[in-house]
C-alpha cells in the first residue's frame, strides 16, 4: 500500500465515525396510556346518581305541582259553597213588604219567598218562624193583629210550595220592633214587613 492511501482510509474511518456521532438521537416511544377502570367506574356512577337526582327531582316538581292544583281547585269549590251558603241564607233572610193596611202578598213578595223554597226543601228538619210587623199606626190591638195576618200569608205561600206547616210559627209584633224610627212614607214603609228566622236546624245547612 502506497502512502497516500494508506493515510486517507484512517481518515475517512474518522469523518464516517464523526458523521454517525453528530445524527440526533431517536425520539424515545410515547408513554402507553394506563386504563384506571376505579377511575371510569367512579365517572360512571357519579353520572347515573346524577341522573337519578334530576328524575327524582322531576318527579317531586310534577307531585308538587299536581298537589298544588289539587288544593287550589279544593279551595276554589270551598269559596264558591261558602258564597252559594251565604247566597242561599240571605235569600232566606230578605224581608217581605205590605202595603198600608194591607196583608196581601205583591208580587216583589211572592218572588222573594219563592226563592226561599229550595233551602226548605233541601234542609227538611229546618223549623222557621215568620214575623209580622207593622207601621205606627193604629191601635196596639189592632197592628198586632194586622202582623198576624201577614205573617200567616207568606206561612200560606209557603205551605203552597209543599213546605210542611208544622214547619213554620208564625208570630206578631205589631208595631213594637220598628227598623226606621221616624214618621212618613219612608219610614213606615220599611216597618210594614215580615221577617224570617230559622229556630231550628240551622248549623248545618245543606245547599239545594
Same mark, same amino acid.
Given at each position: 500500500?502506497?502512502?497516500?492511501?494508506?493515510?486517507?482510509?484512517?481518515?475517512?474511518?474518522?469523518?464516517?465515525?464523526?458523521?454517525?456521532?453528530?445524527?440526533?438521537? =431517536?425520539? =424515545? =416511544?410515547?408513554?402507553?396510556?394506563?386504563?384506571?377502570?376505579?377511575?371510569?367506574?367512579?365517572?360512571?356512577?357519579?353520572?347515573?346518581?346524577?341522573?337519578?337526582?334530576?328524575?327524582?327531582?322531576?318527579?317531586?316538581?310534577?307531585?308538587?305541582?299536581?298537589?298544588?292544583?289539587?288544593?287550589?281547585?279544593?279551595?276554589?269549590?270551598?269559596?264558591?259553597?261558602?258564597?252559594?251558603?251565604?247566597?242561599?241564607?240571605?235569600?232566606?233572610?230578605?224581608?217581605?213588604?205590605?202595603?198600608?193596611?194591607?196583608?196581601?202578598?205583591? =208580587?216583589?213578595?211572592?218572588?222573594?219567598?219563592?226563592?226561599?223554597?229550595?233551602?226548605?226543601?233541601?234542609?227538611?228538619?229546618?223549623?222557621?218562624?215568620?214575623?209580622?210587623?207593622?207601621?205606627?199606626?193604629?191601635?196596639?190591638?189592632?197592628?198586632?193583629?194586622?202582623?198576624?195576618?201577614?205573617?200567616?200569608?207568606?206561612?200560606?205561600?209557603?205551605?203552597?210550595?209543599?213546605?210542611?206547616?208544622?214547619?213554620?210559627?208564625?208570630?206578631?209584633?205589631?208595631?213594637?220592633?220598628?227598623?226606621?224610627?221616624?214618621?212618613?212614607?219612608?219610614?213606615?214603609?220599611?216597618?210594614?214587613?215580615?221577617?224570617?228566622?230559622?229556630?231550628?236546624?240551622?248549623?248545618?245547612?245543606?245547599?239545594?
Amino acid at each position: 500500500m502506497n502512502y497516500p492511501t494508506r493515510f486517507l482510509a484512517p481518515l475517512a474511518l474518522a469523518v464516517a465515525f464523526s458523521a454517525a456521532c453528530s445524527r440526533p438521537a =431517536p425520539p =424515545p =416511544p410515547a408513554p402507553v396510556p394506563t386504563v384506571n377502570q376505579d377511575s371510569i367506574d367512579a365517572a360512571a356512577r357519579a353520572r347515573a346518581a346524577a341522573a337519578e337526582r334530576a328524575r327524582a327531582d322531576s318527579i317531586a316538581r310534577a307531585e308538587a305541582t299536581r298537589r298544588a292544583a289539587e288544593e287550589a281547585a279544593r279551595a276554589a269549590a270551598a269559596e264558591r259553597e261558602r258564597a252559594a251558603m251565604a247566597a242561599a241564607r240571605a235569600a232566606f233572610a230578605t224581608m217581605i213588604y205590605f202595603d198600608y193596611d194591607k196583608s196581601d202578598l205583591k =208580587p216583589e213578595a211572592r218572588t222573594a219567598l219563592m226563592a226561599k223554597v229550595p233551602l226548605l226543601q233541601a234542609n227538611a228538619n229546618v223549623r222557621i218562624r215568620i214575623a209580622g210587623h207593622t207601621d205606627d199606626r193604629g191601635s196596639d190591638a189592632y197592628n198586632v193583629a194586622l202582623g198576624q195576618r201577614r205573617a200567616a200569608a207568606a206561612k200560606r205561600f209557603l205551605v203552597d210550595q209543599g213546605i210542611d206547616a208544622g214547619r213554620i210559627d208564625v208570630v206578631s209584633f205589631g208595631e213594637d220592633r220598628p227598623v226606621a224610627m221616624g214618621t212618613g212614607e219612608e219610614n213606615w214603609s220599611k216597618n210594614r214587613r215580615d221577617e224570617f228566622e230559622i229556630i231550628v236546624g240551622g248549623e248545618n245547612l245543606r245547599l239545594p
